[in-house]
């Protein structure tokens, strides 16, 4: 099975957006046990996406169970079920994504190959920044 490229315009391309991912990061993840099975909202995160999007965010689910369209529907459900907006879900980047919230990512120092939290960055300090913009 090949890889799709989704065909976006370039306005589109452009829109800011930020990504959240799904299984550890907005539900606990407790193992892949089918494509129905999502695990329960981490309040936290929850909470987070809400205030994004009542601020006018774009704000988009970010996970690799996108890559198969049978998995989108029992996202939509959760969704819905937590009482959270019907957000886009993707598995694509596109240069209008500006931030990528992800229990595996590693921030980055651009164009430097190093961490940019050095691995001690403190979440405290990153919803204070967050919430400065």
Known sequence: MGYQFSSYSVAEQEKPWIGVDLDGTLAHDYGWKGAHHIGSPIKRM?????????????????????????????????????????????????????????????????????????????ESIVDALLNES
Do not use: Y
């Open 46 to 122: 929850v909470d987070r996406v809400r205030r994004w999007h009542n601020a006018g965010k774009r704000v988009k689910i970010f996970t690799a169970r996108a890559s198969k369209p049978d998995c989108i529907a029992p996202i939509k459900a959760w969704l819905k079920k937590h009482r959270l907006p019907d957000l886009e879900i993707t598995c694509t980047k596109d240069p209008g994504m500006t931030q990528l919230w992800d229990d595996r990512a590693v921030p980055m120092r651009r164009n430097r190959g190093t961490r940019r939290d050095d691995g001690r960055i403190a």
